[in-house]
């Protein structure tokens, strides 16, 4: 596609439930990857994927958080048993590729609320 | 562990007067620094990068940045801002290993929220 396209764009959720956010990067881009933005916080970094592996995974915060990459395209990351830290707005990236980071493009974002 | 600071959280200033948002991080190595902006209610744009060559690097709607390798800084100006330069703007370093390529993600600063008055 034209942009990077994030789905959905708000969630609104109990606490302890599951969700999922999804990612659908810019046609062609290998390089993918996963940021949470909170209040003053900036971004953190969860995941980076390359193709369908997943060469950096420091960032998620717990096991609760997982991720995956199917067919070098779309990506789901997984938030299990919701807690109400885990409010933020999920941003997804992509570049061409990761070795030669010439800078990402950024979809709009999946705002999460825990209630 | 390799970060990047942002001095300011949020600066407010009057149409036309003159920019300087601070950006400096850590790591002794090569780097590739990028500035994003966010204006509201709209996802992070790229404003410019410099990867190397001329230190000074101009972007998109008048803005520039100075890499001073020195200092560990990479410095967002612009002469005289108007009130659609209201944003948050990021500062980004991309860590490059010794073949020259990225170590992986960006690393992010915390952002600096500017105010532009009418």
């Known amino acids: 596609g034209a942009g990077v396209s994030q789905s959905p764009s708000n969630k609104v959720t109990e606490k302890g439930k599951d969700v999922e956010l999804r990612c659908d990067p810019i046609s062609g881009h290998t390089a993918l990857y996963w940021y949470r933005q909170s209040l003053g916080q900036g971004l953190e970094f969860l995941i980076y994927f390359q193709g369908n592996s997943a060469p950096d995974k420091s960032g998620l915060p717990s096991d609760r958080f997982s991720a995956e990459r199917t067919g070098g395209s779309v990506s789901t990351l997984t938030i299990q048993r919701t807690q109400q830290e885990d409010s933020a707005v999920y941003l997804c990236?992509?570049?061409?590729?990761?070795?030669?980071?010439?800078?990402?493009?950024f979809g709009s974002g999946t705002r999460l609320t825990v209630v | 562990a390799q970060s990047v600071s942002q001095h300011n959280h949020h600066v407010i200033l009057s149409e036309a007067a003159s920019l300087e948002l601070g950006c400096n991080y850590s790591?002794?190595?090569?780097?590739?620094l990028f500035w994003y902006v966010q204006y509201p209610g709209q996802h992070l744009q790229l404003l410019l990068k410099y990867f190397s060559g001329d230190p000074l690097v101009k972007g998109i709607k008048g803005f520039e940045a100075e890499f001073i390798k020195s200092k560990f800084s990479f410095n967002l100006r612009k002469p005289s801002v108007q009130w659609s330069d209201t944003a948050e703007y990021f500062c980004?370093?991309?860590?490059?290993?010794?073949?020259?390529?990225?170590?992986?993600?960006?690393?992010f600063g915390k952002g600096t929220k500017l105010s532009v008055k009418p």
């Open positions: 990236a992509s570049s061409l590729e990761g070795f030669f980071n010439y800078g990402y493009t």
């Open positions: 980004a370093v991309s860590l490059l290993g010794f073949y020259g390529g990225s170590q992986g993600n960006l690393i």
């Open positions: 790591y002794g190595g090569t780097v590739n």
